[in-house]
């Protein structure tokens, strides 16, 4: 194939039959979705999978590195307040509010009332305890010390909730491109990077594993009221010492 048509190809829309003619708040929407649902919030989801314990530091001597924390919180939000001026920016194009409208919709507004669960739910997680966040009272009493039932159901959902966000998210984006006839390219370099997500993830947990949050935190003493009990998730790992 010669470099023009490939490129006439490229740039042209996936359906030759269609157009490829959208309002400039749509393609902003676009933009502002892609970065939120396809970069920051995986990214965010990675880093808190898998970099509780960062490559150099000297686990399980060296505790409670926040490092993933923050860049956790740092891409969390950063994919909220993308989502939802991309969302500002339809709702102004619209001027109305479309639910269900097509398959778009339904995913997209899953993904938004999703996202919003996880912000508030946030607020809810109880408090940490332990030797390095103790109680006013000075005990190591706490939600995730202690692993109470409340911290549990935080657990669960928070993590279940945020695995169905980033589905419907992506799903979202797959018919949001298909309902504009995006461009051939656009679905090339969107599927090329949830590969390379997805490949670095199934790396990440062949090589490193995804580490029990509480171990991470707190170590490793079998005495310690969370590792009496199993992890929450799937494919968590949890180190037992000889």
């Not at 939000?77 to 269900?100: D, P, T, Y």
């Not at 997500?197 to 790396?203: Q, S, V």
Request: some cysteine; hydrophobic content about 50%.
């Amino acid at each position: 194939m010669e470099a023009l048509p490939l490129i006439d190809w490229l740039a042209g829309p996936i359906d030759p039959a269609r157009g490829h003619d959208i309002h400039v708040l749509e393609s902003w929407h676009g933009r502002f979705m892609l970065l939120a649902w396809a970069i920051l919030l995986p990214l965010g989801v990675l880093v808190a999978r898998y970099f509780k314990v960062m490559p150099r530091q000297n686990w399980p001597e060296d505790l409670d590195n926040k490092t993933w924390w923050h860049a956790h919180l740092c891409l969390q939000w950063s994919g909220a307040i993308a989502s939802l001026i991309g969302l500002g920016c339809i709702l102004r194009k619209a001027g109305r509010i479309e639910m269900m409208a097509t398959p778009h919709h339904l995913f997209g507004w899953l993904a938004i009332a999703l996202l919003l669960t996880q912000v508030l739910a946030g607020l809810f997680r109880g408090s940490p305890g332990g030797p390095t966040y103790p109680a006013p009272d000075g005990s190591e009493r706490g939600d995730h010390f202690d692993m109470t039932l409340r911290r549990q159901i935080f657990e669960y959902s928070h993590k279940t909730l945020g695995y169905a966000a980033l589905l419907c998210g992506a799903a979202a984006l797959l018919f949001g491109l298909h309902h504009v006839n995006a461009p051939v390219w656009m679905w090339l370099a969107t599927t090329a990077w949830w590969v390379t997500l997805i490949a670095w993830a199934i790396h990440l947990q062949i090589t490193r594993g995804a580490l029990d949050t509480y171990q991470a935190i707190w170590g490793v003493d079998p005495d310690l009221p969370g590792n009496k009990r199993k992890p929450i998730g799937f494919g968590i790992k949890r180190f037992r010492p000889e």
